[in-house]
């Protein structure tokens, strides 16, 4: 019998030495103040938020390019037809072989594109990245995923806000030119831009 009343005695200890060994609310840590930690660029593939290493400094702004339809015959036109349109005003940029590095032309197709989304302060572009194809399908989804990063870091670099820009690799899924010579290659080695947003 009194072992039947030391059990009800024994569990009420238990439950209040429990609760009272509760964990402790963690205490939140101030945030550091404004401009004490480095700005950070968002990457391609990650939300603006994710940090990553920042551009090289801008460079010597080059003489605009801009197709030869004035810009403003831009405005009436759906997304559609401007990513249809072969004189659509965002150019391609083109690379050479097995490299995501910008050549001085593609700087400049660049250059004459910062000029085109600054005017059209609006536009949302997805910037895919191609390759030829030579080589394994996963190291041309890489490829492509470096040369669409190199694209759009440089137009960061122009003063391009980085939520404006989104990339996406196709690697060799989808060329440009179905030929199998250095012609054909030299055309699919590309980061191509399609509006997606006005």
């Not at 700005?39 to 391609?44: D, E």
């Not at 605009?64 to 990513?83: F, G, H, M, Q, Y």
């Not at 199998?180 to 699919?188: F, L, P, T």
Request: aromatic fraction near 8%; glycine fraction near 6%.
């Amino acid at each position: 019998m009194k072992r039947i009343a030391v059990i009800p005695i024994v569990v009420l200890s238990l439950a209040l030495v429990v609760a009272g060994c509760g964990k402790k609310k963690p205490q939140l840590a101030s945030a550091p103040p404004p401009g004490s930690m480095p700005a950070a660029f968002p990457s391609a593939n990650s939300s603006p938020d994710t940090p990553v290493r920042p551009p090289d400094p801008p460079p010597v702004p080059i003489e605009s390019t801009v197709t030869s339809a004035p810009l403003d015959a831009w405005d009436s036109k759906s997304i559609d037809e401007i990513n249809s349109s072969a004189e659509s005003p965002l150019q391609p940029v083109f690379f050479t072989y097995d490299s995501d590095e910008l050549s001085d032309a593609g700087k400049k197709a660049l250059a004459a594109n910062a000029e085109v989304l600054r005017s059209y302060g609006t536009w949302i572009v997805t910037i895919e990245g191609h390759s030829d194809e030579r080589g394994s399908a996963e190291y041309n989804l890489a490829l492509g995923d470096r040369r669409a990063l190199a694209a759009r870091t440089y137009l960061i670099s122009l003063g391009i806000a980085a939520q404006r820009l989104r990339t996406v690799s196709y690697g060799k899924e989808f060329p440009f030119d179905p030929g199998h010579d250095e012609s054909a290659w030299s055309k699919n080695r590309r980061a191509h831009f399609m509006l997606t947003a006005k």
